[in-house]
């Protein structure tokens, strides 16, 4: 399916704005299907990444060969947010919502599952849990907070903070 989005993105005959519509309904939906459940590693981020600035790059006909940044292909399009950035919001979402569930529910007791088995030698792998938290606490939300939807909801659409 990506082969024949390609051919249409790569395209001089469809507008801009077509492509940018094309590439939401097709490859970013795609994309984020199930990502409130991921893991998300440093190494998933840069394969989702590259994905979407493939689709952008070929929307703007722009080869990697011409040496044209990511951040201005994306100033050009008017794409503001990364999709990593969608995914962790995707998460926290879907985490508020598992919170705010019934105690005996599925999902919530799911969330909450510790497998018992020994661990592996050497560090952890970080867990979805943890990425999570670390995700909520870039954002500033807090425990609890997810109980009062009107204040959940802005704080995950939020930036980051950045240094």
């Known amino acids: 399916m990506y082969l024949n989005v390609s051919e249409i993105l790569w395209s001089k005959d469809i507008r801009k704005e077509r492509k940018l ?9 795609s994309l ?50 990364t ?18 569930m019934a105690e005996g529910r599925l999902p919530k ?13 050497g560090r952890p792998k970080k867990n979805w849990m943890e990425i999570t938290k670390k995700a909520m606490n870039e954002r500033n939300l807090n425990e609890g907070q997810w109980e009062d939807r009107k204040q959940w909801s802005p704080g995950v659409r939020q930036r980051r903070k950045t240094f």
């Open 21 to 29: 519509n094309i590439y939401k309904a097709l490859i970013k939906s």
């Open 32 to 81: 984020l299907y199930g990502s409130e459940t991921w893991r998300l590693t440093e190494n998933n981020k840069r394969r989702v990444e590259a994905t979407e600035m493939d689709a952008l790059r070929k929307s703007s006909r722009i080869s990697r060969k011409e040496g044209i940044r990511n951040v201005t292909i994306r100033q050009k399009i008017g794409l503001e947010e």
């Open 109 to 121: 007791t799911a969330l909450k599952w510790v497998p018992k088995q020994k661990t592996a030698r």
């Open 83 to 100: 999709i990593v950035k969608e995914i962790e919001q995707n998460q926290l979402t879907w985490y508020g919502h598992v919170q705010r």
